[in-house]
């Protein structure tokens, strides 16, 4: 009888240390990814958290902010935060100038269910007349994007991308997020291993019962009841199961 029951007690020993290994994984994975990945996605940047470098998009617009200037000589670009007071303020109030303000926005946007799988990156372009606070008009427009498209190309943004950003003023791409695919995929795997340990505490628990029985003792007040078919103490029946 103990020859067999020694290695099968030593398989649910170890589907018992599977079962509370992957519950533990689980329980801290929940509150060192799920929790802070759910609470940070509200916010504007989503990067840092388990994207990493794995997303980062090279020759993309960058989120900014210029002016370009429509004057009497050739349009030209101004940095709103390098400008100086000659470059849009003077033209500005000169009113001999048109001023656009060209902004292109962004925000990486993140999707997934325990944590992130995909980021989705999006550069949207306006451009509004500054002086009556209007959407630019066609023909100023076609300059902005002349004068500004040049700029982006000039600074190493790739062309079809600077021609995708001006033709429909938006530009969007989706990218895996390894570590967060990564991490999803371990909890799925010991959710798995979780659920198919979970038979061994119901055997763990039947076999215990059997080893109290065949040893004359109540598995369920630990009375020394011998041979007897009901427990004289509560009253439980001791035989069945072993017909
Ligand atoms: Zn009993």
């Known amino acids: 009888m103990h020859a ?3 290695p099968c007690s030593r398989f649910r020993l170890r589907s018992l240390w599977v079962l509370a290994l ?34 980062r ?19 030209r670009l101004v940095r709103v935060d390098s400008g100086s007071f000659e470059d849009w303020e003077l033209p500005l109030a000169s009113r001999l100038h048109t001023i656009l303000d060209v902004r292109v926005t962004g925000m990486p946007r993140a999707d997934g269910l325990w944590s992130p799988l995909w980021v989705t990156h999006r550069r949207a ?35 079809p991308l600077v021609d995708a950003l001006l033709g429909h003023g938006e530009v969007r791409a989706v990218r895996p997020a390894w570590g967060g695919i990564a991490n999803e995929a371990l909890v799925l795997l010991a959710f798995a291993a ?10 763990l628990l039947a076999a215990r019962r059997r080893r109290l029985l065949e040893a004359g003792i109540c598995p369920d007040c630990r009375y020394h009841a011998g ?16 017909g």
């Open 57 to 75: 998009i090279t020759g993309w617009p960058p989120v900014e902010n210029v002016f370009v200037v429509i004057g009497p000589d050739s349009p």
């Open 194 to 203: 979780f659920l198919a340990s979970m038979g061994s505490v119901a055997d």
């Open 227 to 242: 041979r007897l078919d009901r427990c004289p103490e509560c009253g439980g029946w001791l035989r069945y199961g072993e």
């Open 4 to 6: 067999t029951a020694g």
């Open 22 to 55: 992957s519950l533990l994984f689980l329980i801290f994975n929940f509150i060192m990814v799920a929790l802070p990945w759910h609470w940070v996605r509200t916010k504007a940047d989503l990067r840092p958290l388990l994207l990493g470098d794995s997303v």
């Open 125 to 159: 372009l306006s451009i509004v007349n500054i002086s009556t606070g209007q959407p630019a008009d066609e023909a100023e427009r076609a300059l902005a994007l002349g004068v500004y498209g040049n700029d982006l190309v000039s600074r190493g943004v790739k062309a």
